[in-house]
């Protein structure tokens, strides 16, 4: 089985809300920051934002920092990334990360584990 997968991706008009999910199989990720990138077409992998496990202490990328909110479920090791104001410019795959050893958790190599990717794409 897949240990990341996420969900939740779709066609939203801007100024929608969004809700993806990252669901995570088996023990190994409890102790894990765990983040969502993003990457648009012919673009660079983005942070967009990370949560730890035990804390729940979140961090953002300045270009979706105060729109966009992400939230950790342990008990059922999920974590979502959510908001309410969509702009075009969000249109992305998505993807769910999970790494333990963090220097900078904005940059990729961080992260040991991810997902296959999730499209939004935000209409006009």
């Known amino acids: 089985q897949v240990p990341l997968v996420e969900s939740g991706g779709g066609l939203v008009q801007a100024g929608g809300s969004l809700s993806v999910s990252c669901a995570a199989s088996?023990?190994?990720?409890?102790?894990?920051?765990m983040a969502w990138f993003r990457q648009a077409p012919g673009r660079e992998y983005e942070f967009v934002a990370g949560?730890?496990?035990?804390?729940?202490?979140?961090y953002y990328g300045d270009s979706v920092k105060v729109r966009f909110t992400v939230s950790r479920y342990n008990s059922h090791n999920t974590v979502y990334l959510q908001t309410d104001s969509l702009k075009p410019a969000d249109t992305a795959i998505y993807y769910c990360?999970?790494?333990?050893?963090?220097?900078?958790?904005?940059?990729?190599?961080?992260?040991?584990?991810w997902g296959l990717g999730t499209q939004v794409t935000v209409s006009s």
């Open positions: 088996g023990s190994r990720f409890g102790n894990s920051v």
């Open positions: 990360a999970a790494g333990q050893t963090m220097l900078d958790m904005s940059k990729v190599e961080e992260y040991e584990c």
């Open positions: 949560i730890t496990w035990k804390s729940h202490t979140t």
